[in-house]
């Protein structure tokens, strides 16, 4: 009996050192999210990230001292203007929605607030469809995915449709073309969701293979990108704690069936020698404005201090689900 419980005790030293290999039980103290940006000719193997213009916390709290941070950076480009909307947390409980503006893609100006309601708004995904600007912002609050118009570009945002009712999702990812309408959300519970659609206005429905990911690689970080192989997915990874980097994933459709899979793990992750992106970084988006033009931006956090927090039941339950995920899919 008693070299039972020997060896039962030994395996359990061994599998919490293991997870704690995986993802760490104390994890960064980290806070205060900025936001970068950049261009190439093609579409990148990897970002330089310490090559390119920062918009930082601290600069954004001179125009707004109320900020704690900008993350969730999606943006458009109409005409010579660019158009950058982000997460606007401030001292209030709920983050609002921000507008960056900028003439030249390297020098943003900030623009103030766009959109705010009574619940939390975040990713807020901005897209021109028939030559009208919509938003799909993370409106998990709201028990709903709701989908806002612009009236008076970039200002004036109204709910124009309810894609989803009674669900709390996050991140919610938006595809839609001619022949493709398609959208990703995650719950807490650390699966991605697939809907499809006819169209924008369409009915919104789950895909036969409901969970397209689950695990610690299972909510979307930025825009779907169309190319001649299909879609490509930035999904945040939070083995390090959230926040800590993003993957690629490549989603392949056909006419009644899709197929996923990680293309480049870490594509971004926490920069050490940068300050404000030192704890991890977790969006990006990135599109293609003409032949060899290349244009995205990103955000990132950084660490408040040396010190790490405690959390043994995270580890362990993101642990257990990607193993469970790795062995049934």
């Known amino acids: 009996?008693?070299?039972?419980?020997?060896?039962?005790?030994?395996?359990?030293?061994?599998?919490?050192?293991?997870?704690?290999?995986?993802?760490?039980?104390?994890?960064?103290?980290?806070?205060?999210?900025?936001?970068?940006?950049?261009?190439?000719?093609?579409?990148?193997?990897?970002?330089?990230?310490?090559?390119?213009?920062?918009?930082?916390?601290?600069?954004?709290k001179l125009q707004n001292d109320s900020t704690v941070f900008l993350a969730d950076p999606f943006f458009v480009k109409e005409k010579d203007t660019f158009y950058l909307f982000?997460?606007?947390?401030?001292?209030?409980?709920?983050?609002?929605?921000?507008?960056?503006?900028?003439?030249?893609?390297?020098?943003?100006?900030?623009?103030?607030?766009?959109?705010?309601?009574?619940?939390?708004?975040?990713?807020?995904?901005?897209?021109?469809?028939?030559?009208?600007?919509?938003?799909?912002?993370?409106?998990?609050?709201?028990?709903?995915?709701?989908?806002?118009?612009?009236?008076h570009f970039p200002f004036d945002w109204r709910v124009c449709d309810t894609l989803l009712s009674n669900v709390r999702l996050k991140d919610p990812s938006i595809y839609v073309s001619d022949s493709l309408n398609v959208m990703v959300a995650s719950d807490d519970k650390l699966n991605m969701y697939l809907y499809q659609a006819d169209s924008?206005?369409?009915?919104?429905?789950?895909?036969?293979?409901?969970?397209?990911?689950?695990?610690?690689?299972?909510?979307?970080?930025?825009?779907?990108?169309?190319?001649?192989?299909?879609?490509?997915?930035?999904?945040?990874?939070?083995?390090?704690?959230?926040?800590?980097?993003?993957?690629?994933?490549?989603?392949?459709?056909?006419?009644?069936?899709?197929?996923?899979k990680r293309e480049i793990p870490f594509f971004l992750k926490a920069q050490i020698d940068i300050k404000e992106f030192n704890a991890g970084m977790h969006q990006l988006d990135i599109q293609q404005l003409g032949p060899n033009e290349f244009y995205y931006v990103y955000d990132g956090n950084q660490l408040i201090s040396d010190s790490k927090k405690l959390n043994v039941w995270g580890p362990i339950k993101w642990t257990y689900i990607d193993l469970k995920n790795w062995i049934f899919n």
């Open 200 to 260: 924008l206005f369409g009915k919104w429905q789950l895909h036969d293979k409901s969970i397209a990911i689950m695990g610690t690689e299972a909510r979307a970080g930025g825009r779907f990108f169309a190319d001649a192989k299909g879609l490509i997915l930035p999904v945040q990874n939070c083995t390090d704690g959230y926040g800590y980097g993003l993957s690629l994933y490549r989603f392949s459709f056909s006419k009644d069936s899709y197929s996923m």
């Open 86 to 151: 982000f997460e606007h947390k401030k001292t209030k409980s709920n983050a609002d929605i921000g507008l960056l503006t900028s003439t030249d893609g390297k020098n943003y100006t900030y623009r103030g607030t766009v959109l705010t309601q009574k619940f939390h708004l975040s990713y807020p995904q901005v897209f021109k469809y028939k030559n009208e600007f919509y938003m799909l912002p993370e409106s998990k609050q709201a028990n709903a995915v709701l989908l806002y118009k612009a009236h």
């Open 1 to 60: 009996m008693k070299k039972y419980l020997i060896s039962v005790l030994c395996l359990g030293i061994l599998t919490l050192i293991i997870i704690n290999y995986r993802t760490p039980f104390f994890q960064k103290d980290a806070g205060g999210w900025s936001i970068g940006y950049g261009g190439s000719t093609m579409y990148p193997a990897e970002i330089t990230v310490k090559s390119n213009p920062i918009y930082s916390i601290e600069k954004l």
